[in-house]
C-alpha cells in the first residue's frame, strides 16, 4: 500500500486537483493515547470528519480472520452502572475493583461514571524512561482490564437474562473497536455504494500453534482460537457488511498460509499484486464517479452550502441568550422602509456572528403576514463562502430558485456576476420579502477585490433588507463600509455582554449540554466572568469547564482572566496533552501560512519536519517515516471551533476564525525567530517539491533513540510527499489546473525565511512560475509578491521587473502567455548588464516559446525605469473623459464606456457599460468621490456610483441646442448647454432650469462647494472672442469681461485674463470686499495667449502662445510688469488655439519645478526655473487630448494623459531623469513593408510621406528618406540586394506625381520619372527594372524603367482597367496580366502582355462556371502559366495560355503558400481554414484553424511563411496574431500586439515577421517553433548578445536617447549638466551651457 497511496495522490492532484488523504486508525496510536481511554472515540469522530469533507471514497475496511480488540466502556451511563453494582454485590473484592476505577462525574446531568486514566493507578505507565517500571505497569493494566472485562460482562449477562438491558446495549459491552468503527463507516451510514469499500481476506490452514505469528491474523484466548470473537466476527462479516454494502464494493481474496510467518512477499506477489491493483481502480472509481456526480449535480453543491450555514444558523441561535436592545434595533430595521444595509460592527470575540444568527432567526416571526426569502451566509466558514466569486454565485442561485428566474442566465465572469447579484434583488415582492444576513466581512477572501465592497449594494430595491457584520480595523473593511453607508442610523456597535449575562448564557449553555459544575467551582466562573465577558470570552470559559469533571482537582479548576491569557492556557494544556513539539510546530504552521493549510498539506509538513518525528518517534521506529494522522486530529479535537475550514486556492484549509488565537499564537511561538524563520523555510521547502515525488530526505536520530533502539546515526527516508509542479497537465500535455496553492505560498515563505536567491530563482524569476500565476490569478497577486520584496530588501532588478509586469498589465491580464514577448521586448537592452534579468530572458527564449512562440528579436516595447508608469486600455474609442478621485486612489475614465483605474496598480478596478450610443464628452466626480457624472456626444447624462457601480442614464437632460457639459457638488449637479443651465439631484431628479443671462451664450459652468459658482459665457459673435466672467451667489453677480483665456484661483477671489484694455498681457484682478473687480498688476505679453494655467499652489502662472509658453512666479519679487520664463516648443511645431475652450493642456509637477505640456503626440517637459527643454516624450500615436498631474504630499507626482489613440498613460514625473531606451519608429503610421529578398537585414517601411530604411540585424532605423514633407508616398520596393529603393508619388494639388529611384545606402533620389498616380510598382528581370502602372481616369498606362538609372524600357496604354484591381506578374516575370473591359462594357476580359517588352499577346474571356465579378488577381507561385481569379465565394486557378479555368476552390481568398498545395480561407467574420489546393488522400481537403464565431466584421490578414511551415493571421478587431503549424495545425501563439498593425509580411527565410504600426513602430518577430527549435538560435542573435565595454563590463549595444528628434535630450547627462547649473554660481552658466552644447552636438 506504500507504493499505492502515492500514485492515488498524486493522480486525484493531477486530474481533480484533490487532496487524497489517508487517516489509518491503527497507526500512531501511542500508550500516552490509550492512557485517557479516549482513542476509540477519537477514531470515531475522524469518521464522521471524513463522511462529511470527502469526495467519493471515505471509509475502507480491511477484513481479516481477527476479531480485534474489545475494550471496556470509557462511560457508563449512572443508572446502568448501579445495576451493574447490584449485579456485583455477591463479589466484594469485584464490586471494589469496579469502584475503583470508575469514577462518579456530577458535572454530567444525569451523572455518568467514568473511567479513570491508567496513569492516575499506574503511575509508570507512560514512564518511557524507565522500561521496566513501564512494562510492569502496562502489565498490570492489562491485567487489571481484563478483569474488570470479565465482571463488567457477568453482570451484563445477568442483566440481559432479567431484561434489564438490551441486545444492542449488552453488545456494547463485547464490541470490538473494529466492529465499532464498522458500525460508524458501513453499518450507520448513507449512500455506502458511493463512499465504502470491504475488502475480506480469507487465509487457508493457519498454524494456531505458532502463537507469535497466529495471534496477529486470528484471535487467541489462552493458547485456543477465541470462539467468541470468531462468532461476533462472523455475525460482522458475513451478515451485517453484506446487508449494507453492495456486493461490487466487497473485494474478497482467499490465500493459503504459508511457512512459520504465514504469509510471504515473495510466495503471495500475485496475490498482493492483484489486491494493490484492485484497490487502486477502485478507489479511482469512486473519486471519478464523486467528482462527475458533483460536476452534474452543481446545484446540489449550493444546496449543501446553504444548509450548512441554515445549521450553522441553528446552532448558534441555541447557544444565544439576551441582547434583547440589540435585537430589537434590528427587528425594527427589518419592519421599517429603510433603504440601506444594517451595519454590525464590534471587535473580535463581542458576539456579532451570535447577534446576526438570532436576528436571521426572528425573520419568520417579524414578516408574519408574509413569506419571507432568507438568505444567510457565515463567511470563511466554508468554500463557497470565502471568495467573492462563488459567495456570489452562491446567492443568485438561491434568489434564481426561490424567485423562478433561469439559473442558466447566471454569469461566470466577476463583473457581470455583481450587476447580475444586484438585478436579482428587485425580484423581492411584498408577499415575498427578501433578508439577506453576511456575516464578517473581513473574513472573505480580499482577492478580486472583495474587500473594497463593491459588490455591496448601498441601496436597496423594496421590500429587500441587508445585514453585515465587520471587525474594525482588519483589513480597513469597516471603513470602507462607513464610507459606502454614512448613514450612522444603520450602525450597531456590538459591546461586552456584562457578567449576569455571561454568567447566565452559560448557565444555559450547560443545561443545554446536559452539564453542570459544582457549587465551588461555580464561584471561580463567576470571579472570572466579572473580570472579562466578552462572547469568546465566555466561550472559552464554557468550553473550558466542561472538562471539569465533579471530581476535579483544585489545580485543574482555574481560569485566566482575559482572552489571550485564557487561549495560552488552553494551548499549554494541549501542549501537555500531546506534546510541545508536536503542537507548537502543527499551530505554527497554521499560523504562519498566508491563507492557511490543508490537512493534507498539514499532516505533509509535519512528516517533512525532523524535529517533530525524533520526538513522536523517540521510543519506537515506524515503518515509515510520517506523522501519524491520529496525532493532529487529537489536537483538532481539542480545539473545537477555534478552527475553521474555509476554502484557499481551489482547496478547503483550515485556519483560525478569532483573531485573537492567530495573536496568542505569533507571541507564544513566534518570539524565537530562528523558530519562525524555521517554520517558513520547511514550508518553502515543501511547497519548493524539494523531497516530493519520492526523493528521499536525509534525517538524523536523536541521541535518544540512538541509546534506546540502537538505531544508525543518519537515514535516508520517502515521505510520500506530492511534487509541486507549477502546472498539471493531462497526458495530451492539456492544462488540468494550476497549482494555485505553490503560487500563492511559496513566495510568502522563501521572502519570511530570508531566503531571496531562491525567491529569485524559484518565483519572481522564474517564467513558469510567473507565467503560471499570471494565468491563474489576479495580476496583482503576482505585483504583490515584488511589492513585499521591496518593502523589506531593496532589489534593483526586482523594481524593474515588477514595473515591467505593470506597463504589461492591460496585456497580460488577459493574454498570459504573452509575459515571454513582453518581457523580452521591454528588457533586452538590460541583457548585459543585469544576470537576474538575463537569465529571465533566456527561460523566455526557450520555455516561453512553447506557450508562445513569436519572440521579439530585438527591444520593441518601453522599457521600465524611465517616467511611465502604467500603460492603460480598454476603451474602443478616445477617452475624452478622465479624472481623479480627491484622494488620488481611483482614476475614472469614460467613452463608450466607464472604466475605473486603481492608480496604486494600474489594474482595472471597475468596468462599467452604460450601454449609450454617444461617446462621454466631459465627465465630473462628486467631492465626496461617491458619484461621477458624464455628458455624452447625443446628448444624455449618465449618473454613476463609483463605490457601487450602479448607474443611471437621462435622455435628453437639456432643452434645445446639444449639451456641452457638466459639473457637480456632493447631492446635485448642474449640465448646460448655450442657451441654459439645469440643477438635478444626485438621483436624477430635475430641480431647477435657468436660462442665460442676456441671451448670451454659455460656456462653461464650475460648480463650487462654497456656493460661489463661476460662470463663462461666450460672445454672440463667432467671429469675436470676447468672454465674461462671473462668480454667482448671494451677494455677488459682478460680470468681468476678457478675451481669449482665463485663470482662477480656487477660492474664485483672483483673476489672471488678457482683458481689451491692455490686448496681451496678463492682467491680475481681485474681488474686493465691495464685491466688485480690481486691479492689481500686469504681465508684459506681445502674443496671443491660447490658455492660461494656474499651479496647484497658485504661486506660478503658465500662458500657452503659438510657439510654446510662458511662466511667471506669482511670487517673485518683481517689477510690476514681472519677469517671464520662456519655454519654447521644438522647431516645426506650434500650439493651436481651440476657440471654444478655455481648458489647457500644461500643467506643473509637484513642488513646480517643471512645467508639462501635451502638444499633438507628445509631452514635453521643462524646466521651470531656466526654461531648458527637459524631456520629450513620445506618448501616444494619436493626439493628447486631454492632461491632468496627481501630486500628493506624499512625493505623489504623476502626469496622466489621454489620446485620440484610446489609451492613457501614467507618468511619474519623479522620474523624469532616468535612462530611457529609445525605440526607433516613424513619425505617422506604417502602411507597408516591403523586404529586400537577398539582403537579409534590409528592410523599408512606406508611411503617408516618408520611407523608413530599417537595419533588421539589431532592429534600428536607418534613415528616413522623403522628397518633401507634403508629398505622398502610394507605394515602394526595395531591390532584392537592398541597394535600391523605388517610391511612387501621388499627385498634389501644388505637384505632380513622380516615380524616384533611391541610393539606399545614401538616401540620396538618385532619378525622378514624371508618372502621374501611380498605384502599383512591380519589380522584375532581377529587381533591375521596375514596372510602374498608373492611372488617371478611364487610362491605364504600364511604363517599365530601368532601375537605377530610370531609363524607359517600354510604355502602354490600356483602358477599361479599374483602379482597384491590381495586374499580376506571373512567377516566371515574362507575362503582366490586366483585368479590363470590352467596348461592350463586359468586365470578364484579361489582357495579357509581355513582361519584358511590353508586346500586346492577346486577351482572355472569362466563362468558366459560376464566373462572378471578381476583386483580385494573383499570380501562382507553382505554375508561370497560371493566375488565381478571386471572387467573394471562390477563387479559381485559371491558366492564361490555355484560356481555361484549372480547378476551382469554395471559399479560397487567394493567399497560397510556394508550392501552390495549399491556400487559406479567412472571412471578416471569423474564422481560419487550411485548404488542400491539390488532392492529397493523407490530409482532409479542409482543415479548420479557428472555428468561427459570430463577434462582427474585422479586418483580417492571413499569410504562410516562405518556408511554408506556419501559418499566420491576423485579426484587428482582437488585435492579436496567431501563428499555426501546418504539420499538424497546432496554434503555436497567441499574439497581443501593442497596436494596431497595418502591415504584416514574413522574412526571406520564413522563421520571422515583420509588422508596421499604427503608432509608426516597426516590429521584428522570430517563430521560434519548438518542433524545430534547432533551426532558430534565439541565443545567436544579434541582441542576445554580450558585448564587452572598453572598461571590461558587460554592455549590449543599446544607446540612450532617440534618433528620431534632435528635441530629445540625453537624460542623464542633462541631469548631471541641470544639477551643476543649480549648485554653481553665475560664473560658471557659460562653461556649462558649452559642455551641453558641445555633448549635444555629438549625440
Not at 454568567?503 to 466572568?529: C, P, Y
Request: with cysteine; net charge neutral; glycine share 6%.
Amino acid at each position: 500500500m506504500a507504493d499505492v497511496y502515492p500514485k492515488i495522490k498524486e493522480y486525484c492532484r493531477e486530474n481533480h486537483g484533490l487532496e487524497f488523504q489517508v487517516v489509518d486508525m491503527r497507526w500512531g496510536v501511542r500508550d500516552e493515547a490509550t492512557d485517557d481511554h479516549m482513542t476509540t472515540e477519537l477514531c470515531m469522530n475522524e469518521i464522521r470528519n471524513c463522511q462529511r469533507l470527502s469526495t467519493g471514497p471515505n471509509f475502507v475496511v480491511f477484513l481479516g480472520q481477527k476479531y480485534g480488540y474489545r475494550p471496556i466502556p470509557t462511560i457508563i451511563d449512572g443508572a446502568e452502572f448501579k445495576k451493574l453494582e447490584e449485579c456485583t454485590q455477591q463479589f466484594p473484592e469485584d464490586l471494589a475493583l469496579l469502584q475503583k476505577w470508575y469514577q462518579v462525574d456530577t458535572n454530567t446531568v444525569p451523572p455518568v461514571y467514568i473511567l479513570r486514566p491508567i496513569s492516575t493507578v499506574y503511575y509508570n505507565f507512560n514512564n518511557k524512561r524507565n522500561a521496566k517500571l513501564q512494562e510492569a505497569d502496562s502489565n498490570a493494566w492489562w491485567d487489571t482490564m481484563c478483569d474488570l472485562q470479565k465482571i463488567l460482562r457477568r453482570a451484563v449477562e445477568v442483566l440481559l437474562e432479567k431484561k434489564m438491558i438490551d441486545e444492542e446495549g449488552a453488545h456494547n459491552y463485547y464490541m470490538s473497536v473494529t466492529e465499532r468503527e464498522i458500525q460508524n463507516g458501513i453499518l450507520r451510514a448513507k449512500d455506502t455504494g458511493d463512499h465504502a469499500l470491504a475488502y475480506i481476506r480469507s487465509i487457508e490452514d493457519i498454524n494456531i500453534s505458532v502463537l507469535r505469528i497466529s495471534k496477529l491474523f486470528v484471535d487467541i484466548a489462552g493458547r485456543s482460537l477465541d470462539t467468541e470473537a470468531q462468532d461476533l466476527l462472523d455475525n460482522l462479516r458475513d451478515r451485517k457488511i453484506p446487508a449494507a454494502l453492495a456486493e461490487e464494493n466487497i473485494a474478497r481474496f482467499s490465500v493459503t498460509w504459508t511457512g512459520k510467518e504465514g504469509l510471504d512477499n515473495d510466495t503471495h506477489k500475485e496475490y498482493i499484486e492483484e489486491f494493490c491493483n484492485h484497490f487502486y481502480h477502485s478507489i479511482l472509481k469512486l473519486v471519478d464517479d464523486a467528482v462527475k456526480k458533483n460536476d452534474e449535480l452543481m446545484h446540489d453543491r449550493i444546496y449543501a452550502d446553504i444548509l450548512q450555514h441554515l445549521h450553522m444558523c441553528l446552532n448558534l441561535v441555541k447557544l444565544f441568550k439576551g441582547r434583547e436592545e440589540i435585537i430589537h434595533r434590528v427587528t425594527e430595521y427589518l419592519k421599517g422602509s429603510n433603504n440601506i444595509p444594517l451595519i454590525m460592527y464590534g471587535e473580535s470575540g463581542c458576539g456579532k456572528t451570535s447577534l446576526l444568527a438570532k436576528s436571521a432567526s426572528l425573520v419568520r416571526e417579524v414578516y408574519n403576514d408574509a413569506t419571507p426569502v432568507l438568505l444567510i451566509r457565515f463567511l470563511g466558514t466554508s468554500p463557497d463562502s470565502s471568495t467573492i466569486q462563488p459567495l456570489l454565485h452562491s446567492l443568485c442561485v438561491q434568489i434564481s430558485y426561490l424567485y423562478d428566474q433561469p439559473i442558466e442566465d447566471i454569469p461566470s465572469d466577476l463583473v457581470l456576476l455583481q450587476g447580475y447579484f444586484k438585478k436579482l434583488l428587485s425580484c423581492a415582492t411584498k408577499e415575498s420579502p427578501m433578508v439577506i444576513f453576511l456575516d464578517s466581512l473581513d473574513q472573505i477572501s480580499p482577492t478580486d477585490g472583495a474587500h473594497s465592497l463593491m459588490w455591496l449594494p448601498t441601496r436597496l430595491p423594496p421590500n429587500v433588507k441587508f445585514v453585515v457584520s465587520s471587525l474594525p480595523k482588519l483589513y480597513g473593511v469597516l471603513d470602507t463600509l462607513f464610507k459606502l453607508i454614512s448613514n450612522k442610523g444603520n450602525r450597531i456597535e456590538i459591546t461586552p455582554l456584562g457578567a449576569d449575562l455571561g454568567g447566565n448564557i452559560i448557565k444555559t449553555w450547560l443545561e443545554r449540554k446536559q452539564r453542570d459544575v459544582s457549587s465551588s467551582q461555580w464561584e471561580i466562573v463567576n470571579a472570572a466572568i466579572s473580570k472579562c465577558n466578552l462572547p469568546l470570552y465566555v466561550k472559552l470559559v464554557f468550553d473550558e469547564i466542561c472538562r471539569w469533571r465533579s471530581f476535579s482537582k483544585p489545580q485543574d479548576t482555574v481560569l485566566s482572566h482575559s482572552i489571550h491569557e485564557i487561549i495560552n492556557k488552553l494551548f499549554e494544556r494541549i501542549e501537555n496533552s500531546h506534546g510541545k513539539t508536536l503542537v507548537s510546530r502543527a499551530l505554527g504552521y497554521i499560523t504562519a501560512s498566508k491563507s492557511g493549510l490543508s490537512e493534507a498539506e498539514l499532516e505533509d509538513l509535519l512528516s517533512l519536519d525532523e524535529k517533530v518525528l525524533n520526538d513522536v518517534f523517540q521510543y519506537h521506529i515506524p515503518p515509515v517515516r510520517r506523522i501519524p494522522p491520529l496525532l493532529w486530529t487529537r489536537i483538532r479535537n481539542d480545539l473545537p471551533g477555534y478552527l475553521t475550514e474555509r476554502e484557499a486556492d481551489g482547496v478547503n484549509v483550515i485556519n483560525w476564525y478569532h483573531r485573537q488565537f492567530i495573536d496568542v499564537c505569533k507571541e507564544r511561538y513566534f518570539r524565537n525567530l530562528n523558530f519562525l524563520n524555521e517554520i517558513h523555510s520547511n514550508i518553502s521547502d515543501y511547497f519548493c517539491g524539494t523531497w516530493g515525488g519520492g526523493r528521499e530526505k536525509p534525517f538524523e536520530y536523536s541521541e535518544l533513540q540512538r541509546s534506546r533502539l540502537g538505531s544508525e546515526k543518519t537515514g535516508l527516508s520517502d515521505r510520500k510527499v506530492p511534487l509541486q509542479p507549477n502546472v498539471h497537465y493531462d497526458s495530451d500535455g492539456n492544462v488540468c489546473r494550476y497549482n494555485l496553492r505553490k503560487l500563492s505560498e511559496l513566495p510568502h515563505h522563501l521572502l519570511r525565511s530570508n531566503r531571496y536567491d531562491d525567491l529569485y530563482n524559484e518565483c519572481l524569476f522564474n517564467y513558469g512560475f510567473l507565467r503560471a500565476k499570471i494565468a491563474s490569478m489576479p495580476l496583482q497577486m503576482t505585483l504583490a509578491d515584488f511589492e513585499e520584496l521591496q518593502e523589506k530588501v531593496f532589489d534593483k532588478d526586482t523594481k524593474i521587473l515588477a514595473d515591467t509586469i505593470r506597463l504589461s498589465a492591460s496585456i497580460l491580464t488577459h493574454y498570459s502567455d504573452m509575459l515571454g514577448p513582453q518581457i523580452v521586448g521591454r528588457l533586452l537592452p538590460l541583457y548585459s548588464t543585469h544576470p537576474k534579468i538575463r537569465n529571465l530572458i533566456q527561460q523566455c527564449d526557450t520555455d516561453g516559446i512553447n506557450f508562445c512562440s513569436l519572440v521579439p528579436t530585438h527591444h520593441c516595447y518601453h522599457t521600465p525605469g524611465g517616467p511611465l508608469q502604467y500603460s492603460l486600455e480598454g476603451h474602443l474609442f478616445a477617452p475624452y473623459g478622465i479624472s481623479i478621485t480627491s484622494d488620488t486612489r481611483y482614476l475614472i475614465s469614460a467613452s463608450n464606456r466607464i472604466i475605473i483605474f486603481d492608480l496604486s496598480t494600474g489594474e482595472v478596478f471597475r468596468t462599467i457599460f452604460p450601454g449609450v450610443e454617444g461617446i462621454v464628452s466631459t465627465l465630473s466626480i462628486s467631492p465626496n468621490d461617491k458619484y461621477c457624472v458624464c455628458s455624452t456626444t447625443i446628448n444624455q447624462v449618465i449618473i454613476c456610483n463609483i463605490q457601487t457601480g450602479d448607474f443611471q442614464i437621462i435622455e435628453k437632460p437639456v432643452e434645445e441646442t446639444s449639451l456641452l457639459g457638466v459639473s457637480s457638488l456632493s447631492s446635485e449637479f448642474v449640465v448646460y448647454n448655450s442657451r441654459a443651465w439645469y440643477v438635478y439631484s444626485i438621483d436624477g431628479t430635475l430641480k431647477q432650469r435657468t436660462p442665460v443671462y442676456q441671451a448670451t451664450p454659455l460656456m462653461e459652468i464650475r460648480l463650487k462647494q462654497n456656493k460661489e459658482h463661476v460662470f463663462i459665457l461666450e460672445s454672440v459673435d463667432e467671429n469675436d472672442r470676447d468672454r465674461t466672467f462671473v462668480v454667482l451667489n448671494a451677494n455677488i453677480d459682478d460680470h468681468f469681461q476678457f478675451h481669449t483665456a482665463l485663470a482662477v484661483t480656487k477660492d474664485s477671489k483672483t483673476v489672471y485674463s488678457c482683458i481689451e484694455l491692455s490686448d496681451f498681457d496678463i492682467a491680475v484682478y481681485t474681488r474686493s470686499p465691495r464685491f466688485c473687480w480690481e486691479y492689481q498688476r500686469s504681465f508684459n505679453n506681445t502674443e496671443e495667449v491660447y490658455s492660461l494655467c494656474l499651479s496647484d499652489d497658485e504661486t506660478h502662472l503658465a500662458a500657452t502662445v503659438a510657439p510654446g509658453f510662458k511662466v511667471w512666479d506669482l511670487l517673485a519679487k518683481l517689477s510690476k510688469e514681472g519677469k517671464e520664463v520662456v519655454m519654447s516648443l521644438p522647431h516645426g511645431i506650434r500650439n493651436i488655439p481651440n476657440k471654444h475652450s478655455l481648458a489647457s493642456l500644461c500643467l506643473f509637477s509637484r513642488r513646480n519645478e517643471f512645467l508639462c505640456a501635451g502638444v499633438r503626440k507628445y509631452i514635453f517637459v521643462w524646466d521651470v526655473k531656466n526654461g531648458t527643454l527637459v524631456k520629450t516624450l513620445d506618448a501616444h500615436f494619436g493626439r493628447i487630448c486631454r492632461l491632468m498631474s496627481v501630486t500628493g504630499p506624499d512625493r505623489t507626482n504623476k502626469l496622466i494623459s489621454s489620446s485620440l489613440d484610446k489609451t492613457i498613460k501614467v507618468w511619474n514625473i519623479e522620474n523624469i531623469y532616468e535612462d530611457v531606451y529609445s525605440i526607433d519608429r516613424m513619425e505617422k503610421p506604417v502602411d507597408d513593408i516591403c523586404m529586400a529578398a537577398d539582403h537579409i537585414s534590409r528592410a523599408i517601411t512606406i508611411t503617408r510621406n516618408c520611407l523608413g530604411l530599417w537595419n533588421l540585424s539589431d532592429g534600428r532605423l536607418l534613415k528616413t528618406l522623403s522628397s518633401s514633407g507634403s508629398s505622398i508616398i502610394s507605394q515602394a520596393k526595395i531591390t532584392s540586394n537592398g541597394l535600391y529603393i523605388v517610391s511612387a508619388e501621388l499627385d498634389r494639388p501644388e505637384a505632380r506625381g513622380n516615380v524616384l529611384i533611391w541610393n539606399a545606402e545614401e538616401g540620396k533620389t538618385l532619378q525622378t520619372v514624371p508618372l502621374r498616380n501611380v498605384h502599383q510598382l512591380i519589380l522584375n528581370e532581377n529587381d533591375t527594372r521596375c514596372i510602374a502602372i498608373s492611372s488617371s481616369l478611364n487610362r491605364v498606362k504600364c511604363t517599365c524603367i530601368e532601375v537605377p538609372r530610370a531609363k524607359e524600357v517600354y510604355t502602354f496604354e490600356l483602358e477599361g482597367q479599374k483602379r482597384n484591381k491590381n495586374a499580376v506578374l506571373t512567377c516566371d516575370g515574362l507575362s503582366l496580366v490586366f483585368p479590363t473591359t470590352n467596348k461592350a462594357g463586359e468586365t470578364n476580359i484579361l489582357s495579357v502582355y509581355h513582361a519584358k517588352t511590353g508586346a500586346h499577346q492577346f486577351k482572355v474571356t472569362l466563362k468558366y462556371s459560376n464566373y462572378q465579378e471578381f476583386h483580385t488577381l494573383l499570380p501562382m507561385p507553382n505554375d508561370p502559366s497560371q493566375i488565381a481569379i478571386i471572387d467573394n465565394n471562390k477563387g479559381v486557378i485559371f491558366d492564361i495560355k490555355k484560356k481555361s479555368a484549372v480547378k476551382s476552390i469554395n471559399k479560397w481568398n487567394g493567399v497560397v503558400n510556394s508550392t501552390g498545395k495549399y491556400g487559406l480561407y479567412a472571412p471578416t467574420r471569423g474564422g481560419l481554414e487550411l485548404l488542400a489546393l491539390t488532392k492529397n488522400p493523407d490530409k482532409p481537403q479542409t482543415q479548420t484553424l479557428i472555428p468561427r464565431v459570430a463577434e462582427g466584421v474585422f479586418y483580417v490578414k492571413c499569410l504562410f511563411t516562405k518556408n511554408d511551415k506556419h501559418v499566420v493571421y491576423y485579426h484587428r478587431g482582437h488585435r492579436t496574431i496567431r501563428v499555426f503549424r501546418i504539420s499538424d495545425c497546432k496554434q503555436l501563439a497567441h499574439y497581443k500586439c501593442h497596436a494596431q498593425v497595418n502591415a504584416m509580411e514574413g522574412t526571406a527565410d520564413g522563421t520571422g515577421l515583420l509588422l508596421g504600426a499604427e503608432d509608426g513602430s516597426f516590429v521584428i518577430l522570430t517563430i521560434a517553433d519548438p518542433q524545430n527549435a534547432n533551426n532558430i538560435k534565439i541565443e545567436e542573435l544579434p541582441s542576445r548578445q554580450l558585448i564587452q565595454d572598453p572598461n571590461g563590463s558587460a554592455q549590449n549595444g543599446f544607446t540612450i536617447g532617440s534618433h528620431m528628434m534632435a528635441a530629445k535630450v540625453v537624460s542623464k547627462p542633462l541631469s548631471k549638466v541641470r544639477q551643476h547649473l543649480q549648485s554653481k554660481r553665475q560664473a560658471k552658466e557659460d562653461k556649462m551651457n558649452s559642455i551641453l552644447k558641445d555633448y549635444t552636438s555629438k549625440v
